[in-house]
């Protein structure tokens, strides 16, 4: 028998993973970072203060994991969008390879900026 | 004479609250490439059906009006069609509530029509068979007699996914299948679950290949629209976000583990 | 049979998504990735920030406090609030949870992913701000 080794499971498994993190984490990080520090609401956080949490490796780690998983969220679901949206289905190895080849890409410069953060 | 044979008998009782018109799409392959649309004013009877209103215009207006319906009870599934722009069982769906009106009947979306209301569904009879909706047993066959036993619980893991009726709703409502003519359907993989988690089948393996393909459950992208259309409450949306997980945990579980442990 | 195929094919219409409210928030949902993209963006702009020192870190509180960047956030902050709902909403669909021979219920499921929801947020802001 003939099991199609398709790599759709696995980029399924990334958008879900990168879907639960987004939605567990980003909503509180965008309201404080994008809205409730700018429009000053409250004080944003001293350099000091922010520079202590973001040097600790555990917040590298998990600010890594979340970049990675949600830009591959991102790759997945933007593909389908295309798909779908836009009727693109003939460009599909196109579309796949631009939509996960940015994740990587992007999950590459995110370690280096969470690196050079240490 | 008893209220059920009034209804019959008498065009217009009491209970008639005016007329309402029925704007229904035709398309005659012998005289015409596209579809039109023909109004016909109807009696608004609280009890009449969409598909009622149909068979009015068909014995009183226009015998050439084509379409299908059997059971009128929302059983036999084929009385779908597009009703104001959602697929609906015309036998179960009531003309008062779209009352003033117009109502708008057309075929169901997604499928080849082939005369005015009557969609071809070759398509959906073509991939049903390749998910093996029936049960499949290994090869011992049981005594003669024999009997296989299913506790409550274990019926309860499909019983949902076994009131399907084929009645295509899900597919006239599923842009994915408007836009990839390939995808296997929601019907069909809640077909193929209802047999995947029933305890007495062994046909999991044999539905695999064919479900977890590009053209199975990974081409849909959850609209949910599907479980939205059916009237059986069959849920294929969950049907197949659950086989999503399934066939990921199995991709997971082929590259980790040698063949003879999985 | 070789008779031409004289049925007729509906074509899908290019703005099928505009069809009806329930398309129209399907395409909503999945372009809530793009802001979940530009969220990764915006966290690595604010880290670098943050990593090259008070100065550059005072520049982005400045940079993110332009109106047209706080408008651009307001808008993200909604797609990804949709994307949030929606997702938790979908879960207990694929989830299916037994302990022993009880089914975990599809609305404890979901209960259960906005209580997360909860205690993560609020852990996150005591970290920031505390
Ligand atoms: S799953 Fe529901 S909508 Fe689809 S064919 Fe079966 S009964 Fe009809
Ligand atoms: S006529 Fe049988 S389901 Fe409507």
């Known amino acids: 028998m003939t099991t199609k080794r398709s790599p759709e499971p696995f980029a399924w498994l990334l958008f879900s993973s990168g ?18 520090f700018p429009l000053g609401w409250l004080s944003a956080p001293s350099h000091d203060r922010l520079a202590a949490v973001l040097t600790h490796p555990v917040t590298l780690l998990v600010l890594f994991g979340l970049c990675v998983l949600a830009l591959f969220h991102w790759a997945h679901r933007f593909r389908y969008t295309l798909y779908d949206g836009l009727q693109l289905r003939k460009a599909a190895p196109v579309i796949a390879v631009l939509c996960y080849g940015g994740a990587a890409v992007g999950s590459v410069i995110a370690a280096f900026v969470l690196i050079r953060a240490l | 004479m008893s209220e059920t044979d009034d209804k019959h008998a008498v ?20 005289r015409e490439s596209e579809p039109s649309w023909d109004s016909y004013d109807v009696p608004l009877r609280k ?3 969409v598909l009622d209103g149909l068979n009015h215009i068909k014995d009183q207006l226009d015998g050439t009006l084509s379409y299908r319906w059997s059971c009128r009870m929302g059983i036999c599934g084929s009385c779908g069609m597009t009703v104001n722009g959602e697929p609906k069982l015309t036998c179960s769906t009531f003309l008062t509530d779209y009352a003033p009106g117009p109502v708008r009947v057309e075929p169901l979306a997604n499928f080849p029509v082939i005369r005015d209301l009557v969609v071809d569904i070759e398509d959906f009879m073509a991939k049903l068979p390749t998910v093996k909706p029936w049960l499949v047993s290994g090869d011992e066959e049981p005594a003669e007699d024999s009997e296989y036993r299913q506790t409550p619980a274990e019926m309860d893991d499909y019983r949902r996914y076994s009131m399907c009726i084929n009645c295509m709703l899900c597919y006239s409502a599923c842009p994915v299948y408007a836009l990839d003519p390939d995808f296997i359907g929601p019907a069909a993989i809640a077909l193929a679950q209802r047999y995947n988690l029933d305890s007495r089948d062994e046909g999991n393996e044999d539905r695999r290949d064919v479900l977890a393909s590009a053209e199975g459950v990974w081409a849909c992208t959850f609209v949910g629209e599907c479980s939205v259309a059916c009237p059986k409450d069959v849920d294929p949306a969950g049907a197949i976000q659950r086989y999503k997980l399934t066939a990921a945990t199995q991709a997971v579980k082929d590259l980790l583990l040698p063949r003879g442990a999985r | 049979m070789t008779t031409a195929d004289r049925r007729y094919h509906h074509p899908v219409s290019f703005t099928w998504w505009a069809r009806k409210p329930s398309y129209l928030l399907f395409v909503l949902r999945e372009l809530s990735s793009v802001f979940v993209a530009w969220f990764v963006v915006y966290l690595l702009l604010l880290v670098a920030a943050v990593s090259s020192g008070n100065e550059s870190y005072q520049g982005f509180l400045e940079w993110s406090s332009h109106p047209l960047m706080i408008a651009l956030n307001v808008i993200a902050f909604a797609f990804v ?13 694929a989830i299916v949870l037994r302990l022993g021979s009880w089914r975990v219920p599809p609305n404890l499921i979901l209960a259960a992913h906005y209580g997360a929801w909860l205690v993560i947020s609020v852990a996150v802001a005591w970290v920031i701000l505390r």
């Open chain 1, 19 to 36: 879907g639960m993190a987004a939605a567990m984490l980003i909503p509180v990080l965008l309201l404080l970072f994008g809205i409730v």
């Open chain 3, 81 to 93: 609030l949709l994307h949030a709902v929606t997702w938790f909403g979908l879960a207990p669909k």
């Open chain 2, 11 to 30: 065009p217009d009782m009491p209970d008639t609250t005016g007329t309402i018109t029925m704007e229904v799409a035709r398309f005659r392959p012998d």
């Open chain 2, 47 to 49: 009890e009449w059906a």
